[in-house]
């Protein structure tokens, strides 16, 4: 049975690279093409490399939650209202959707050590000089300009997931990822509040300096550049800033013979250049957007987008309802954001795992044809589970703090909240990187873009709602927004299949056009 992963999508770089279930047979065994591995990194290198970027995925969560703790303090020392303080809030999520949308396509042709490294220079440049602010104007500035930086590590990051993974064990992998890069939901709020009551706000800025410059040294030296149409499965050698100490030594421990350098530099020029030679791949920086209108994973992002702006909308009023229902001061309000934290965490690391159980499962029990497979049953069906616990969730959360109900239940509810949130961002994110192999980056900047540009109307929009309808109708209405979304899961999955052959086929026509025009 042939392997449904190849399905009916023009394969990924690395599909020509030895796929799993790829006969190499052959009736005369010295002509036969040599069988190169999917990826030339180990099991630890793998999780090495995985570590690194969930860590600078850390740097989006840090830098935009460190910060809510000190909006009082930052809005007396500026003189300046906190309405307008709150704006750099917006504008920093304005950027968060905007950002991935240049810096993922850069990385999905240049690569991701040089992107990494330009978004980190960007972004510890931003943080000097928000340490440094003295008027509002620069405030606003520095954090649209800090959020540029840090915001698209997200993207990078899974895109690298993407070029080391199989789909069998991409989930897994995805899971470990989101955990990291959602950490800071948990830690980030007490350490923001630490630092404004004792060293001051500019104290936060300081510090994510000196964790980005830290981190930025290791990087430099640790992180191999995975873009497989430069790389391959991480054997062919690079020189400058796409060079590192890891993929040195990796290929000094695993020569390919001759034979095998051959068929991976023939498989990497028949995927990244055209038949005279000239570079096909070029920076698309409206890709995401591209892909956000591409029929066949619009329902499936709309989706996320939609329940992550109910998850964003309880967290951002949680601060304000928690202070009026139970009259927390401000360093016991950081705390409760512990629960979700945790939840976020627990989510990722359990939800990755089942992904890949379920993945397996699924696929053993498939028996059609490779083209046949149905990749948006096999990844979205678990959505109904994390969706109910949500939507249960949402709804205790906002009737509890209208009746006052005691401060356990809430903080449960934001505990389970996301967890369920998390665990859909996780699916969706899998889902999307098997779609878009070649294009991970930007098929997660795509994600990004969508969800935090309705994340930021939607925190803007929730206090006044709660304060015209009370938060217990606010959130009956939210759950019933999220209801009816469950109706873009079921059309993805019904409909999904055939749109990616349509896909597929368009693809093929224009490739066979190419090559007619370079004849």
């Not at 460190?66 to 300046?80: D, E």
Request: charged share 15%; net charge positive.
């Amino acid at each position: 049975m042939a392997d449904p992963e190849k399905g009916p999508d023009p394969p990924p770089i690395s599909g020509v690279l030895g796929e799993e279930g790829q006969e190499q047979e052959s009736s005369t065994p010295p002509t036969a093409t040599p069988e190169i591995p999917y990826s030339i990194f180990t099991t630890p290198q793998k999780a090495l490399i995985i570590t690194l970027v969930s860590i600078a995925a850390t740097f989006s969560g840090f830098a935009s939650n460190i910060y809510f703790p000190a909006i009082p303090t930052l809005s007396r020392s500026l003189s300046v209202s906190p309405e307008l303080i709150n704006l750099t809030v917006t504008s920093y999520m304005i950027f968060q959707g905007l950002s991935p949308s240049i810096w993922g396509a850069v990385a999905d042709v240049h690569g991701r050590r040089i992107t990494y490294i330009l978004t980190f220079i960007v972004f510890i440049g931003a943080c000097i000089g928000l340490a440094e602010t003295r008027y509002y104007y620069q405030l606003l500035i520095l954090r649209c300009l800090q959020s540029a930086g840090s915001a698209s590590t997200i993207a990078i990051g899974a895109g690298v997931v993407g070029d080391i993974t199989r789909r069998e064990e991409r989930g897994g992998y995805m899971g470990v990822y989101q955990a990291g890069l959602l950490a800071p939901v948990a830690v980030a709020p007490v350490l923001g509040g630490i630092f404004a009551q004792t060293l001051g706000w500019r104290a936060i800025f300081w510090f994510l300096t000196i964790y980005g410059g830290a981190f930025l040294v290791i990087l430099v030296i640790v992180l191999p550049e995975t873009l497989r149409a430069i790389v391959g499965n991480g054997s062919r050698p690079v020189k400058g800033l796409s060079n590192s100490l890891l993929s040195y030594i990796q290929r000094r421990r695993h020569p390919l013979s001759p034979e095998e350098l051959d068929e991976l530099q023939r498989s990497i020029t028949s995927n990244s250049r055209t038949r005279n030679g000239k570079k096909k791949l070029s920076v698309d920086i409206l890709s995401p957007i591209k892909i956000i209108l591409s029929i066949e994973v619009t329902f499936a992002i709309l989706f996320l987008s939609i329940y992550y702006t109910v998850w964003q909308m309880t967290i951002a009023v949680t601060s304000t309802l928690f202070a009026r229902t139970y009259h927390l001061s401000e360093l016991h309000i950081g705390l409760t954001f512990i629960g979700n934290g945790v939840g976020c965490i627990i989510g990722t690391l359990t939800t990755g795992k089942f992904l890949d159980f379920d993945y397996r499962h699924f696929k053993a029990s498939f028996t059609g044809s490779a083209e046949d497979f149905p990749l948006e049953k096999a990844r979205l069906r678990t959505l109904y589970v994390w969706s109910v616990l949500q939507m249960g969730a949402c709804l205790v959360f906002g009737w509890t703090l209208e009746k006052g109900v005691h401060i356990t239940v809430p903080i449960i509810c934001t505990f389970i909240l996301g967890w369920a949130a998390t665990s859909i961002i996780s699916v969706v994110s899998t889902f999307m990187v098997d779609i878009y192999p070649k294009k991970g980056a930007s098929a997660t900047a795509a994600v990004n873009l969508l969800r935090c540009l309705m994340g930021a109307g939607g925190t803007a929009a929730v206090l006044p709602l709660v304060n015209r309808i009370g938060a217990g109708w606010t959130f009956t209405f939210l759950v019933g927004v999220m209801v009816v979304a469950l109706g873009l899961v079921e059309v993805q999955m019904r409909r999904g299949l055939g749109w990616r052959k349509r896909r597929a086929r368009k693809e093929v026509e224009k490739e066979r056009v190419r090559e007619e025009d370079t004849t």
